[in-house]
Structures are given as C-alpha cells and as structure tokens.
C-alpha cells in the first residue's frame, strides 16, 4: 500500500489530487500546504511518493530547493512534479536535481494517473510534448539565458518578474538583503542589462507566468 505525500498551497488542487489518486487505489494520502510542512511530514512520516508543486505562495520556484534538499538526504523516493510551469528550461532543471517525473496542471486526468503510476514504480516519466521540447532545446543548443542560471538565480528572477523589492525577495529566499542584492547583479550581467527595469522586462519575457495568472 503507498503512502503518498501531496505538497500545493491551493486547497482546490489538493482535492483534485486526492480524487485522482483514490481513482487508482492510494488510500494512505497525507497532505501540505507549504514546502517546511511537506519537508516535516516526508521526515515524519516516510511517503512512499511525494508530489510537489513547483511554484507555491512566493512564486519562487521553490519546489527545485525543495526537491535539492530531500535528494541530499534521500535519493530514493520518487518525486512527481505537478505544476504549471511548462518551460523547457525549468522542466530539464527540476529533472536535474532529482525529479522522477513532471506533469502539468492543466493535463488530463487519465495522464497524470499514468505519471503518477510510472514514477510510483520508480520509472521516469515526462509527456511527450514536454520531452519534445527539453530534447529540441538541448540539440540546437538553444540561446535561452535561464538555461546558464543556479536554482536561486532562478527563483530570484521568479520574484523580480513579480516586481517585489529586495526586501520582500530576501523574505520569501530566508536570504539577507545583500544577497538578494549580489544576485540581481549577477543575473543583470548573465542578461546582458543594467537596470532594474530592464531585469523586469526579460523576467517576464523568460518567467510570464510569473508575472501573469498565479500558478496553481
């Protein structure tokens, strides 16, 4: 029997997950609304299967932290990635650090049945419109400057597309002010801009869901 822990901060998509879930037989489902609780329960509670969102309150990509962190500790239990986030950049990324499986949101419900199965049985799992995309981008090489960005760089470029201030970033990161600060510098050279604004302006264009429709 598995026992499948579901980490999103939208009440409504955590009931959806249950459904689709119980559909295929998982009746142990344990549940978080923030990544410190998900991190709490996996520790507490050992899932079988975690399924985490990428993008919770912050909008800050914080799943791939989160996905870093347990596969320091744990290189074992699959982890299915549920979110809205469909850039090829962000799914080869979240990949990297140690997801078995990315679906999205807005995927039929018989699919994402079909992830969360393959990735339960510790098999990757990536549709093939996605996999189309992350193969197309690696074999032209592509010029997508979030391909040469740390996680945190790209979590800090989450927030700015949003337009918080510094201040708010070091927040929602639990980093200082000054970091926060360096960052933005160095993503600002890795772009190619000086200003603020300019940053702005190429967030949205590279992360417009930052900027746009919350990602639930």
Same mark, same amino acid.
């Given at each position: 029997m598995s026992r499948v822990l579901v980490i999103d901060d939208h009440p409504i998509v955590l009931q959806g997950c249950r459904q689709l879930l119980e559909d295929v037989g998982v009746e142990d489902i344990v549940q978080a609304q923030s990544l410190a609780d998900g991190f709490r329960i996996y520790r507490t509670q050992k899932p079988d299967v975690i399924i985490v969102d990428l993008?919770?309150?912050?909008?800050?990509?914080?799943?791939?932290?989160?996905?870093?962190?347990?596969? *320091? =500790?744990?290189?074992?239990?699959?982890?299915?990635?549920?979110?809205?986030h469909s850039d090829p950049v962000i799914v080869s990324r979240a990949l990297e650090v140690g997801a078995t499986g990315y679906v999205l949101k807005d995927t039929p419900p018989e699919e994402v049945q079909k992830a969360f199965q393959r990735v339960r049985d510790n098999r990757p799992y990536l549709s093939h419109d996605l996999a189309s995309e992350v193969a197309f981008m690696e074999a032209r090489g592509t010029t997508n400057p979030l391909r040469r960005m740390t996680v945190r760089e790209l979590q800090t470029l989450a927030l700015v597309a949003e337009g918080k201030p510094y201040?708010?970033?070091?927040?929602? *990161? =639990?980093?200082?002010?000054?970091?926060?600060?360096?960052?933005?510098?160095?993503?600002?050279?890795?772009?190619?801009?000086?200003?603020?604004?300019e940053l702005m302006r190429i967030a949205i264009q590279h992360l417009p869901s930052a900027s746009g429709k919350p990602q639930r």
């Open positions: 993008a919770m309150r912050t909008g800050a990509l914080g799943g791939l932290s989160f996905i870093r962190r347990l596969r *320091l =500790h744990d290189q074992q239990t699959p982890i299915l990635v549920f979110t809205m201040g708010v970033i070091a927040e929602h *990161l =639990h980093v200082s002010y000054k970091t926060v600060a360096n960052t933005c510098t160095q993503l600002k050279a890795k772009l190619g801009v000086r200003t603020l604004p």
